[in-house]
């Protein structure tokens, strides 16, 4: 009984931390890639405060706070519709989200009264991955800065279904094509974070990172078709 408990724990420590992967991806996809949809709904002018709120299955709103007493999961950051200054308020933004993506997951956790072990295996999963400050800062891109491009148009394509037969313990095996192609259980989602083997992934040419093509909002066709690839990231910096 005790060995069914356990394992029971560290599966919901697992659907926990996928809960948190999901929203995490909205909000970054909100703060990256959707960013100027995400300012227009931004409205200072609105007068009732809005916030933020990312979704578990990928998805981003924006929307007042739940009405609710008390609501269901802690609310995120009230106002973000105030007036802007620049780059300062997209990074006020970023640190709200993230305090907010903690809270909610450290909430659910308390919800499935995780002990002193699975908190702290939860807290190591999600310490893993870059915070949305680091994003949208840079800082989780530094190491792209001075980096010669990579242009090599083999590389530059995984897709998972192709590779029926294929060795995975290797970290890179050649395709039907003889395409250089990458394991996917031995690189992460610059994103997400996640492994997971049945989605198509993309190289950035910059910062040689590997990103789900739906993290990316980019489909299988236009990876396809593109002759060079930078990420939403490397882009942003390029900005800055």
Not at 53 to 77: A, N, S, T
Not at 88 to 104: G, H, P, Q, R, Y
Not at 200 to 228: K, M, R, Y
Request: glycine share 8%.
């Amino acid at each position: 009984m005790e060995g069914s408990s356990a394992q029971e724990q560290d599966t919901a420590v697992y659907a926990v931390f996928r809960d948190f992967q999901g929203r995490r991806l909205a909000l970054i996809k909100a703060l990256t890639t959707d960013f100027e949809e995400f300012q227009k709904q931004c409205d200072p002018d609105k007068k009732e405060d809005l916030c933020l709120y990312g979704h578990p299955d990928g998805k981003w709103e924006v929307k007042p706070p739940v009405e609710d007493v008390p609501p269901d999961i802690p609310e995120p950051f009230r106002g973000i519709n105030c007036p802007r200054d620049g780059n300062n308020w997209l990074l006020s933004v970023a640190v709200a989200s993230d305090t907010w993506l903690i809270a909610v997951a450290f909430h659910l956790g308390a919800v499935r009264i995780f002990g002193k072990a699975n908190r702290n295996s939860l807290f190591t999963m999600i310490n893993e991955l870059p915070t949305l400050f680091d994003i949208v800062s840079g800082n989780a891109k530094e190491k792209a800065k001075g980096k010669p491009p990579d242009r090599n148009p083999s590389r530059k394509r995984f897709n998972p279904s192709a590779q029926a037969g294929c060795s995975r313990s290797s970290s890179r095996s050649k395709g039907a094509k003889g395409k250089e192609r990458l394991s996917s259980d031995d690189e992460e989602c610059g994103a997400c974070g996640g492994r997971e083997s049945h989605e198509d992934w993309i190289c950035c040419d910059l910062c040689s990172n590997w990103f789900h093509d739906l993290c990316v909002n980019i489909t299988p066709h236009q990876a396809e078709q593109a002759e060079g690839y930078e990420c939403p990231y490397c882009l942003l910096l390029m900005l800055k």
